[in-house]
C-alpha cells in the first residue's frame, strides 16, 4: 500500500528566490509550525540566484553559501535553515516533483512519496535551454557549461579550476553571457563570445548602449564574433571540449565553453490544468491561477502589468521577490475578510560585470533616445538611454547611476512625463530625469 500523503496548509513548489521571498512574507504574517513547506529539487535553502554568476565567480573572496541566502538581496536579513525550523516552515530539499494532480491538491516526487496541500504556490522557475535539445554535433562534450543553479556554478567554478588559464568560449550575448564573459576573464582565461545578433542585449540594449559595453569588453581583452553560431564542437579523447566550431566556418579553441542562450519556464508539470498565456501560468493581480487556490510567481507567472495593461511574464529577480510578497499578502487577507491591493509593478532589471553596471527602469518600446558619454576608451563614461512613445517616456537606462539617480528614472519611467522636444531631452540627459 502506499504511504500517506503528508498534508501542509500551504505548500511551495519550488526552493528559489519566489520561493524565499514567499517564505519570509509568511514568516511575518504569521504561520503556525507544520503548517508551509518549500519542496525544491535543490539541496540547499532558498538563496539569491543572482550571486551566481557574480560574486560566486570571483577569484578571490567568491560568496558562499551560506552568505547569500535570501533575503540578503534586498538588505534583508539572511534566512538560514535554522530560521526555516524555528518558523516550523518544513524545508523538504533534493525532493523534485514529477506530478501535479492540482484536482486533488497532489504533488508526487521522483522517488513516489505524495505531498497534499490547500493552497499551492508555484515557483519553478526557469530552465535553461541547452545546444543538445537542439542536437548540435558534440553538444554533450565535457565542460561545455550552463548556469542556473549551485550545482551548475559549481561545476564552472571546478573547470576554471581544472583548465587554469586557458581558452573560454562565450556563446550568448544577453546578461548571463556579458556577466560569464566578464567572470571568466577575471579569472584569467582568454575569453571569446559569440552571438548571432549585430549586437549584444539585443532585447534590451540599443545600438547606442551596446556600442559602450563591446568596446568596454574589447578594452578588457574580451574577442567578440558577431553573426554566427556555434555549429558543433570538437572534443579530446577525454570528452574534453577543444574547439567551437561556428557557422561561418570558423574554428575557436576552447577548454571550456559556457552558453547563455536563454531559458524556459517551468510549466510543464501543469499542462492542461491551468490558464496559461505568454508561455506562463495565467495569473490574476493577485497572482492566483485559474485554479483557485493555486498561485503562481517569479519566472512562470504571467501577470497583469496595470501599467501597460497587458499580461506579462518577467524573469527577473526583482519581480520574483515582489510577486512572492503580493501572493501571500493577498492570500492571507483573503483568509481574514480582506484584501490587498493589485500589483501594479514597475519593471526593473540590472547587470553588473567588471566595474560597470546598470539599471533599466520601465518599458524599452518606441524611439530611443541615447544621451550623455558612451565612449568606452572615455576615462569616466556615463550614459543613458530613455525610451519615448507617444510623446512621453516610458523607459529609462542608465549605466554607472548613483543610488539618487538610480531613483530618479525609475520615477520617470512610473510618471511617463510628456516630452515635447526629443533633441532637447538628449541635450538635457540626466537633468530631465532629476527635475521629474
Ligand atoms: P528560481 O529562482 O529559478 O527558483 C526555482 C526553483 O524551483 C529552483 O530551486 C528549482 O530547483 C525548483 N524547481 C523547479 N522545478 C521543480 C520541481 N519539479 N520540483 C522541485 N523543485 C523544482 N535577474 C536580475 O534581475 N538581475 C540579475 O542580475 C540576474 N542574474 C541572474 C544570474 C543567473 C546565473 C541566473 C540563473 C538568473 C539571474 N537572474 C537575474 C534571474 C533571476 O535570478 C530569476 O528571475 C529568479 O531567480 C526567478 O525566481 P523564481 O523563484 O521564479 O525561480
Same mark, same amino acid.
Given at each position: 500500500m502506499a504511504a500517506e500523503a503528508k498534508h501542509f496548509k500551504y505548500v511551495i513548489l519550488g526552493g528559489g528566490v519566489a520561493a524565499g521571498y514567499a517564505a519570509r512574507e509568511f514568516g511575518s504574517q504569521g504561520v503556525k509550525p507544520g503548517e508551509l513547506a518549500i519542496i525544491s529539487k535543490e539541496p540547499v535553502a532558498p538563496y539569491e540566484r543572482p550571486a551566481l554568476s557574480k560574486g560566486y565567480l570571483f577569484p578571490q573572496n567568491a560568496a558562499r553559501l551560506p552568505g547569500f541566502h535570501t533575503c540578503v538581496g534586498t538588505g534583508g536579513d539572511r534566512l538560514l535553515p535554522q530560521w526555516y525550523s524555528h518558523k516550523g &516552515?518544513? @524545508? &523538504? @530539499? *533534493?525532493t523534485e516533483i514529477v506530478k501535479a494532480d492540482l484536482a486533488s491538491k497532489t504533488l508526487t516526487t521522483a522517488a513516489g512519496a505524495t505531498f497534499t496541500y490547500d493552497t499551492l504556490l508555484i515557483a519553478t522557475g526557469s530552465s535553461v535551454i541547452k545546444l543538445t535539445d537542439f542536437g548540435v554535433q558534440g553538444a554533450e562534450s565535457n565542460n561545455i557549461l550552463y548556469l542556473r543553479d549551485i550545482a551548475d556554478a559549481d561545476k564552472l567554478v571546478a573547470a576554471m579550476q581544472a583548465k587554469k588559464d586557458g581558452k573560454a568560449v562565450v556563446v550568448g550575448g544577453g546578461y548571463i553571457g556579458l556577466e560569464l564573459g566578464a567572470a571568466l576573464k577575471i579569472n584569467n582565461f582568454d575569453v571569446t563570445m559569440v552571438y548571432p545578433e549585430p549586437w549584444c542585449m539585443p532585447r534590451l540594449f540599443t545600438a547606442g548602449i551596446a556600442h559602450f559595453y563591446e568596446g568596454y569588453y574589447a578594452s578588457k581583452g574580451i574577442k567578440i564574433v558577431k553573426g554566427t553560431v556555434a555549429s558543433g564542437f570538437d572534443a579530446d579523447a577525454n570528452g574534453d571540449v577543444t574547439a567551437v566550431k561556428l557557422k561561418d566556418g570558423r574554428v575557436l579553441e576552447a577548454d571550456i565553453v559556457i552558453v547563455g542562450v536563454g531559458g524556459r519556464p517551468l510549466t510543464g508539470l501543469f499542462k492542461g490544468q491551468v490558464d496559461e498565456e505568454k508561455g506562463g501560468l495565467k495569473t490574476d493581480a493577485f497572482f492566483e491561477t485559474s485554479v483557485a487556490g493555486v498561485y503562481a510567481i517569479g519566472d512562470v507567472a504571467a501577470f497583469p502589468m496595470k501599467l501597460y495593461n497587458e499580461q506579462r511574464r518577467v524573469e527577473h529577480v526583482d519581480h520574483a521577490r515582489k510577486s512572492a510578497e503580493q501572493a501571500v499578502k493577498a492570500i492571507k487577507a483573503k483568509e481574514s475578510g480582506e484584501s490587498v491591493a493589485e500589483y501594479d509593478y514597475l519593471p526593473y532589471f540590472y547587470s553588473r560585470s567588471f566595474d560597470v553596471a546598470w539599471q533599466f527602469y520601465g518599458d524599452n518600446v518606441g524611439d530611443d533616445v541615447l544621451f550623455g558619454d558612451?565612449?568606452?576608451? *572615455?576615462?569616466k563614461p556615463k550614459f543613458g538611454s530613455y525610451w519615448v512613445k507617444d510623446g512621453k517616456v516610458v523607459g529609462v537606462f542608465l549605466e554607472g547611476g548613483s543610488a539618487e539617480e538610480n531613483q530618479a528614472i525609475a520615477k520617470v519611467a512610473r510618471a511617463q512625463p510628456p516630452v515635447a522636444d526629443v533633441e532637447a531631452l538628449k541635450k538635457e540627459g540626466l537633468e530631465f530625469a532629476a527635475k521629474v
Amino acid at each position: 500500500m502506499a504511504a500517506e500523503a503528508k498534508h501542509f496548509k500551504y505548500v511551495i513548489l519550488g526552493g528559489g528566490v519566489a520561493a524565499g521571498y514567499a517564505a519570509r512574507e509568511f514568516g511575518s504574517q504569521g504561520v503556525k509550525p507544520g503548517e508551509l513547506a518549500i519542496i525544491s529539487k535543490e539541496p540547499v535553502a532558498p538563496y539569491e540566484r543572482p550571486a551566481l554568476s557574480k560574486g560566486y565567480l570571483f577569484p578571490q573572496n567568491a560568496a558562499r553559501l551560506p552568505g547569500f541566502h535570501t533575503c540578503v538581496g534586498t538588505g534583508g536579513d539572511r534566512l538560514l535553515p535554522q530560521w526555516y525550523s524555528h518558523k516550523g &516552515i518544513e @524545508l &523538504i @530539499l *533534493s525532493t523534485e516533483i514529477v506530478k501535479a494532480d492540482l484536482a486533488s491538491k497532489t504533488l508526487t516526487t521522483a522517488a513516489g512519496a505524495t505531498f497534499t496541500y490547500d493552497t499551492l504556490l508555484i515557483a519553478t522557475g526557469s530552465s535553461v535551454i541547452k545546444l543538445t535539445d537542439f542536437g548540435v554535433q558534440g553538444a554533450e562534450s565535457n565542460n561545455i557549461l550552463y548556469l542556473r543553479d549551485i550545482a551548475d556554478a559549481d561545476k564552472l567554478v571546478a573547470a576554471m579550476q581544472a583548465k587554469k588559464d586557458g581558452k573560454a568560449v562565450v556563446v550568448g550575448g544577453g546578461y548571463i553571457g556579458l556577466e560569464l564573459g566578464a567572470a571568466l576573464k577575471i579569472n584569467n582565461f582568454d575569453v571569446t563570445m559569440v552571438y548571432p545578433e549585430p549586437w549584444c542585449m539585443p532585447r534590451l540594449f540599443t545600438a547606442g548602449i551596446a556600442h559602450f559595453y563591446e568596446g568596454y569588453y574589447a578594452s578588457k581583452g574580451i574577442k567578440i564574433v558577431k553573426g554566427t553560431v556555434a555549429s558543433g564542437f570538437d572534443a579530446d579523447a577525454n570528452g574534453d571540449v577543444t574547439a567551437v566550431k561556428l557557422k561561418d566556418g570558423r574554428v575557436l579553441e576552447a577548454d571550456i565553453v559556457i552558453v547563455g542562450v536563454g531559458g524556459r519556464p517551468l510549466t510543464g508539470l501543469f499542462k492542461g490544468q491551468v490558464d496559461e498565456e505568454k508561455g506562463g501560468l495565467k495569473t490574476d493581480a493577485f497572482f492566483e491561477t485559474s485554479v483557485a487556490g493555486v498561485y503562481a510567481i517569479g519566472d512562470v507567472a504571467a501577470f497583469p502589468m496595470k501599467l501597460y495593461n497587458e499580461q506579462r511574464r518577467v524573469e527577473h529577480v526583482d519581480h520574483a521577490r515582489k510577486s512572492a510578497e503580493q501572493a501571500v499578502k493577498a492570500i492571507k487577507a483573503k483568509e481574514s475578510g480582506e484584501s490587498v491591493a493589485e500589483y501594479d509593478y514597475l519593471p526593473y532589471f540590472y547587470s553588473r560585470s567588471f566595474d560597470v553596471a546598470w539599471q533599466f527602469y520601465g518599458d524599452n518600446v518606441g524611439d530611443d533616445v541615447l544621451f550623455g558619454d558612451n565612449d568606452p576608451a *572615455s576615462a569616466k563614461p556615463k550614459f543613458g538611454s530613455y525610451w519615448v512613445k507617444d510623446g512621453k517616456v516610458v523607459g529609462v537606462f542608465l549605466e554607472g547611476g548613483s543610488a539618487e539617480e538610480n531613483q530618479a528614472i525609475a520615477k520617470v519611467a512610473r510618471a511617463q512625463p510628456p516630452v515635447a522636444d526629443v533633441e532637447a531631452l538628449k541635450k538635457e540627459g540626466l537633468e530631465f530625469a532629476a527635475k521629474v
